[in-house]
């Protein structure tokens, strides 16, 4: 064969490679593999992340908007009926202690709230942790029930969980709030609007009720403070039994503003899966091809984002 012939069988590329030296023909081919493996490890662990993130942003939104919204709305109708029920069969609870002389568990419907000014009518539950407050405005444990001499403290959510309390700042003074409870109906008129480091209203005198409704105050999802509407009882005082708890004994995840660190936990768990849902979408695509891939991975992705959002708005402030 002559040189001419050989000459011809070499790759593409081969005269050129055949005038480098032999130390640094070695280091090109050990580092060209290499790069490849790592420009290909890099795009694939972002591709990863972005359809995690993404998805995770579009489970966020939906939930605000969504989920939330529905979740509160189921949760209202249970509550209705067993206010309902409950008004009926004059069990309601009336003070800290239920009938039986325990005190009333969380989460139990206590009262009824409308604002006509708002459009608002909401069902009032025991206790304000950021879980209580989902379903709708909650009522602080060591305060006295609606109606009765002294201060009662209503928080409730400003955007999220259909935001019940997020129109607070557009009363007016005067404006009328009607709340039923296990002792019938009593009535307030705003007063007074304020946030921190406002001067505080002037103490109650005796035999007065007072009523406080709180939420997060500033952009919806990126409060400012905690803001504070207070309206004077102008209806019949109503019997007010003894306190068995003082603010004192309030847990710090029944405050305004009160984040849950026991979310967290399952925050980064559903994030993990999310994560490795992701990297597994991935691998099928490249195995199964684009279409079979997709209808496969893409509601499975979204399950898991929203349940990751869902833990997500559980270790958020409960005001929000």
């Known amino acids: 064969m002559s040189q001419g012939t050989t000459g011809n069988l070499l790759p593409k590329g081969a005269a050129a490679l055949g005038r480098l030296s032999p130390r640094k023909l070695a280091a090109l081919m050990a580092s ?66 239920d009938f039986e002389g325990n005190l009333v568990a969380l989460g ?38 609606p109606g009765q001499a002294g201060t009662s403290i209503l928080l409730g959510r400003q955007s999220s969980y259909g935001g019940p309390f997020g129109a607070l700042q557009k009363l007016a003074p005067g404006a009328e709030i009607s709340i039923v409870t296990g002792q019938g109906t009593s009535t307030y008129a705003v007063f007074g609007m304020r946030r921190g ?12 009720g007072r009523l406080q409704l709180v939420t ?15 309206a004077q009882l102008t209806s019949t005082v109503m019997a007010t039994p003894s306190a068995v708890m003082l603010a004192s004994a309030l847990l710090a995840s029944q405050k305004p503003m009160a984040m849950n ?10 994030l993990q899966w999310l994560v490795a ?12 091809g684009g279409w079979q891939t997709w209808i496969v991975g893409v509601p499975l ?20």
């Open 197 to 208: 480091g406002d001067p505080l209203p002037d103490p109650l005198g005796k035999g007065e």
């Open 261 to 270: 660190p026991d979310a967290w936990p399952g925050v980064f768990f559903s």
């Open 277 to 288: 849902t992701c990297l597994l979408v991935l691998w099928l695509r490249r195995r199964w």
């Open 108 to 145: 139990t419907p206590v009262a009824l709230i409308s604002i006509p000014s708002l459009g608002l009518q909401e069902v009032v539950r025991q206790g304000t942790t950021g879980e209580i407050l989902r379903g709708g405005p909650g009522h602080s444990v060591d305060s006295v029930m």
């Open 32 to 97: 060209a593999p290499a790069a490849r493996v790592a420009v290909r490890d890099a795009r694939w662990w972002l591709g990863a992340v972005w359809l995690a993130v993404s998805a995770l942003l579009l489970a966020m939104v939906a939930h605000i908007v969504l989920v939330g919204a529905l979740q509160h709305s189921r949760t209202q109708a249970v509550a209705y009926n067993d206010l309902r029920s409950s008004l009926a069969n004059a069990v309601t609870p009336v003070g800290q202690l």
């Open 301 to 320: 992705v979204l399950a898991l984002a929203v349940a990751t959002a869902d833990a997500f708005a559980s270790a958020l402030p409960n005001l929000l």
């Open 216 to 230: 997060a105050d500033g952009p919806a999802l990126l409060p400012t403070g905690v803001l504070y509407v207070d």
